[in-house]
């Protein structure tokens, strides 16, 4: 697939550049120390704070927990940690199984956003772009802050490798994270209901589900839960 003109990511983008490391006598070097790229909690008093979801109802089964949210925080960009609250956009259980819903609801949020997943076999799993969730029209938008991620007993993220462009492609037929190769790194149909997830050049990931059956060289899976939070304005 072609990347649109809209793409946001360039092969020039710092983030697939060497790490920037400061010369030796400028502001702030201290020769043997680690520098710190701003993936780390700096201020324990305030950073460290559980992050609050805000917009799910008590009667609503949740996808994200605030321990979850906690661990998928640090990975984040330094300006999309900011934020003490992350507010829900979507849910399948609260707002309905509707796709077109889903975007509606997403498309006038100007923030980041999470989008999590809960398979029947209980694994759960999800995607972070830095510019939310929005029907694409045709082209792959998206920037090398994004990453897919799994939950399976620990944490594990898997972010930008340069390879290519397609970080999220969202139409109306479907929902998508990660490309190449054929492969989709999280894909859900226009029902929310199935599934699959496959390695792709984007982000180089294991399979994001439970272990399932297989379709064209992707595990395919049956969403049962999903939910995506919006960060920052």
């Known amino acids: 697939m072609g990347v649109g003109a809209g793409a946001d990511i360039t092969h020039g983008s710092p983030f697939a550049a060497q790490p920037f490391v400061p010369a030796s006598g400028a502001p702030g070097f201290a020769g043997d120390r680690m520098w710190n790229k ?42 999309a940690r900011l934020p003490k609250s ?23 949020h100007v923030g980041g956003a999470v989008v999590v997943v809960r398979d029947a076999n209980e694994a759960v799993f999800g995607a972070w772009v830095g510019q939310g969730v929005r029907q694409s029209k045709g082209s792959y938008f998206g920037s090398g802050e994004s990453f897919l991620w799994k939950n399976n007993d620990k944490l594990k993220v898997y972010k930008w490798t340069g390879k290519n462009e397609y970080v999220a492609l969202c139409e109306p037929e479907y929902l998508s994270f990660g490309g190449g190769d054929g492969h989709y790194g999280l894909y859900l ?37 999903l939910e995506v939070w919006g960060i920052g304005p």
């Not at 009667?59 to 927990?65: A, D, E, G, I």
């Not at 992350?86 to 006038?108: F, P, V």
């Open 86 to 108: 992350w507010t829900l956009l979507y849910s399948l259980d609260q707002h309905g199984i509707s796709l077109h819903t889903l975007y509606s609801r997403c498309e006038a």
């Open 189 to 225: 149909d226009d029902t929310l209901f199935d599934g699959s997830s496959a390695r792709c050049p984007t982000f180089d990931n294991e399979p994001l589900c439970s272990p399932g059956p297989k379709k064209g060289g992707a595990v395919t899976f049956e969403c049962v839960g």
């Open 38 to 79: 701003g993936y780390e909690f700096d201020t324990p008093s305030v950073e460290r704070r559980s992050v609050k979801l805000v917009g799910r109802k008590e009667v609503t089964t949740p996808v994200l927990t605030v321990t979850l949210a906690d661990e998928i925080r640090p990975y984040l960009p330094a300006l």
